[in-house]
T-cell receptor, first 115, second 116 residues
């Protein structure tokens, strides 16, 4: 149980285009989903927290208009990187937490490369 | 402020050796949760354990064991008879009961390399 999927696993896009990453909880309802960014050999940096049906809460320093998060259902959250630039290249990881649970379960991550 | 410190950046051992990964946390909250996650080279974080602040019992799961000591604010992780498949980055994390989202505060991670 507690499986989280992410799609795509890898994406290469051109500078100036937008990219959407999907995060799905496959066998439980995720009341809260989280989006992280991880640079090589570094820890995870929380970008935003989203609850189903409400606006995401962004961490300080994260541009809301650049990283659009939608949590439309209890099993799906999306992260859209708008007008991507090479500096947005990174490993993006989502996680999900079920109602009343304390653990977060993580997706396999998405490697974004902006050329 | 809350903080998690994993002072060991990288550890290298030979297969079958025992290895302990250190984790020290800081919080003034009295109710909190501690976690360990494993991130293998594939990138996906794997949940290993959660420990509640009011439960100081140590736990053993196969070759893995965890030592939680509130007196020293530590939650150390020991792998007994390490194997090459244990090679990964290990993260210790803290979550506060007062956080309504369950936000995780991660340590910097310890890279464990187990050589054959």
């Amino acid at each position: 149980g507690a499986v989280v999927s992410q799609h795509p696993s890898r994406v290469i896009c051109k500078s100036g285009t937008s990219v959407k990453i999907e995060c799905r909880s496959l066998d439980f309802q995720a009341t809260t989903m989280f989006w992280y960014r991880q640079f090589p050999k570094q820890s995870l940096m929380l970008m935003a927290t989203s609850n189903e049906g409400s606006k995401a809460t962004y961490e300080q320093g994260v541009e809301k208009d650049k990283f659009l998060i939608n949590h439309a259902s209890l099993t799906l959250s999306t992260l859209t990187v708008t007008s991507a630039h090479p500096e947005d290249s990174s490993f993006y990881i989502c996680s999900a937490r079920g109602y009343g649970a304390y653990e977060q379960y993580f997706g396999p991550g998405t490697r974004l490369t902006v050329t | 402020a809350q903080k998690v410190t994993q002072a060991q950046t990288e550890i290298s051992v030979v297969e079958k050796e025992d290895v302990t990964l250190d984790c020290v946390y800081e919080t003034r909250d009295t109710t909190y949760y501690l976690f360990w996650y494993k991130q293998p080279p594939s990138g996906e974080l794997v949940f290993l354990i959660r420990r509640n602040s009011f439960d100081e019992q140590n736990e053993i799961s196969g070759r893995y064991s965890w030592n939680f000591q509130k007196s020293t604010s530590s939650f150390n992780f020991t792998i007994t008879a390490s194997q090459v498949v244990d090679s990964a980055v290990y993260f210790c994390a803290l979550s506060l009961r007062s956080s309504n989202t369950g936000k995780l505060i991660f340590g910097q991670g310890t890279t464990l390399q187990v050589k054959p």
